[in-house]
């Protein structure tokens, strides 16, 4: 069985995220909560984007003679060399990448954006770059918020981007074992709606969801909203097929278990592009939920929450867990009870007269079918109200839900608007999580105090393990002048508190170009050999995403 789901992106995302349309301007209360909480004196729509036409793009470095081969491999029609198409591909989401192109400069974009529609096709695509010394960089939805799809040409004569968009198909599903492949371009929509009339779902929904690929999934070994429930990228994954410079490379295996040595599928699960090319994956499926029930929980401090959520995960039934756990600190409910209009206001006021000044929320959402659901909650809900949790009710969850991927178009409107915002995630146990959010939250204000502007940061668990759970921090700040310099200086402190608090570099965002100085406190200096070597053996010219995962200098790579 083939289905095909073609998927397009328009121009109109160059500068920012997915589809403009569903993009909403700030209202008069958010503004106002802007201007306050940081002390920015004007806040109008003085930065847009520059025109498309005026971003400036290098000139093309392959010969001509390279392109007429990429042609004849993919074919003319598959081949992109003008400005907007390289443009787009000029890098990821974080918010220097969005910065640098909406002020005109997409200089290091890729000599040529190349759309292979079979494994094969990428195999010789390797080859050819092998051979002529050209870079590589596989690019899927073009995501990444940490420089992961940055275009760099290294020592190389140019660099080729392979964006997969043309191979999204759904290959297989087996219902019995409940597996399904998939060609590794497919869009997390097109998953859901290719698996829908089998009556499965992944049960994968980042953010980046409507945006992100399976192929990116995997290679930056993502978590979602709901992998409290339905598990880690990491841990749905079954087999992958990777095309190298070396030839292709499959690994993993569909029985449900085997001692057959280390386990190899994980050298290519978060590989970010470093090895090779994922063409093709096969995932572990669930079938689609009958019925969700939602809840909402107040508690009386961001400790006494996560204290709460430890609970749950340590003494209740592990099949009752929700699929989505997720806890704000004071600050993060403090925004979105300010932001939330009139309800959210008298929500507040309750919870002061309960004797919580400054709350904690929490969200929760159960899946399964519709007795088993609600019984689970039910049993979870005694589990919080031991631990101090106020509850209320289902909206809060239904609202959250509602809108849980649209804050990507909410930072395109900040930027516009001259505010500085970005995030970055990490991970510690339940005995270091306190001590881990306390110092990397100071760290970051410190950071973006540190030339004189006022701050804000709000900080979130999104994901919760036996041992621990997920830290992920938003914080904002007005746009400095140097920007580039002022984002360098917040994720440096963030990042050397991270590493000092024992945590880990990244939970979920993958290494890219933003984590990789930091690769040695968490694998060591001989992991980082490791990794080296199984590079050297995969890509031993060194062309695939040159400067990503591996801390090696770009002019010292093999």
């Given amino acids: 069985m083939v289905t095909n789901l073609t998927e397009s992106v328009s121009p109109s995302v160059w500068h920012g995220w997915g589809d403009p349309s569903h993009a909403r301007p700030l209202g008069a209360g958010a503004l106002e909560f802007l201007r306050s909480t940081l002390k ?18 290098g000139p093309v470095a392959l010969e001509e003679d390279d392109l007429d081969e990429i042609r004849a491999i993919v074919g003319t029609q598959h081949v992109a060399t003008d400005a907007v198409e390289r443009i787009l591909h000029a890098g990821g989401k974080s918010t220097p990448d969005l910065l640098r192109r909406r002020s005109g400069d997409a200089l290091e974009a890729p000599d040529a954006v190349v759309f292979p529609g079979r494994t094969e096709e990428v195999g010789q695509l390797l080859s050819l770059c092998v051979r002529r010394q050209l870079a590589v960089v596989a690019f899927g939805g073009g995501t990444s918020v940490v420089g992961g799809v940055e275009p760099l040409r290294g020592r190389f004569a140019g660099v080729v981007t392979l964006d997969m968009r043309r191979m999204n198909r759904l290959l297989q599903v087996d219902p019995v074992s409940r597996t399904a492949s998939f060609e590794a371009g497919i869009r997390g929509p097109a998953i859901e709606a290719a ?93 689609t939920p009958e019925d969700k029930v939602y809840g909402s929980w107040s508690f009386p401090s961001f400790a006494a929450g996560a204290d709460a959520m430890r609970r749950l995960r340590h003494d209740g039934r592990l099949g009752d867990m929700p699929h989505v756990c997720r806890l704000s600190d004071t600050d993060e409910t403090a925004s979105t009870f300010k932001l939330g209009g009139w309800k959210t206001g008298l929500l507040s006021g309750y919870l002061a007269i309960r004797g919580q000044q400054t709350p904690a929320l929490s969200l929760f959402v159960w899946e399964g079918d519709r007795r088993g659901a609600s019984a689970r909650m039910r049993r979870s809900a005694r589990i919080l109200r031991r631990a101090g949790g106020i509850p209320l009710g289902p909206a809060p969850g239904k609202s959250w839900e509602h809108g849980r991927f649209s804050g990507p178009y909410l930072r395109d409107e900040l930027l516009t608007r001259g505010v500085y915002v970005e995030t970055l995630e990490t991970a510690a146990t339940w005995g270091q999580l306190e001590p881990t959010y306390q110092s990397v939250r100071r760290a970051i204000l410190d950071a973006l105090e540190a030339r004189g502007g006022a701050a804000h940061v709000q900080t979130h668990i999104s994901h919760v393990y036996s041992d621990g759970a997920s830290l992920y921090f938003t914080f904002l700040s007005g746009l400095e002048e140097d920007w580039l310099a002022q984002n360098a200086r917040v994720k440096e402190a963030a990042s050397n508190a991270i590493v000092a608090a024992g945590a880990t570099i990244t939970h979920h965002h993958a290494v890219g170009l933003d984590h990789a100085p930091y690769m040695g406190a968490e694998i060591g200096d001989l992991g980082i050999k490791v990794l080296a070597g199984i590079k050297n053996t995969l890509d031993p010219a060194g062309i695939m995403n040159p400067g990503k995962l591996i801390p090696t200098p770009l002019e010292t790579q093999p």
């Fill in 40 to 57: 920015l004196t004007s806040i109008d729509a003085g930065h847009p984007p520059v025109d498309l036409a005026d971003v400036r793009v």
């Fill in 195 to 287: 698996l829908a009339p089998h009556g499965f779902t992944l049960g994968h929904f980042p953010q980046s969801h409507q945006e992100a690929t399976l192929g990116g999934y995997v290679a930056t070994r993502s978590a979602g909203q709901a992998s409290t429930g339905y598990g880690r990228s990491d841990e749905l994954v079954k087999t992958v097929h990777l095309e190298t410079p070396a030839g292709p490379f499959d690994v993993g295996s569909l029985a449900p278990g085997t001692a057959a040595g280390p386990k190899l599928l994980d050298v290519v699960v978060g590989s970010e592009g470093t090895l090779g090319v994922i063409t093709a994956v096969t995932v572990k499926v669930s079938p």
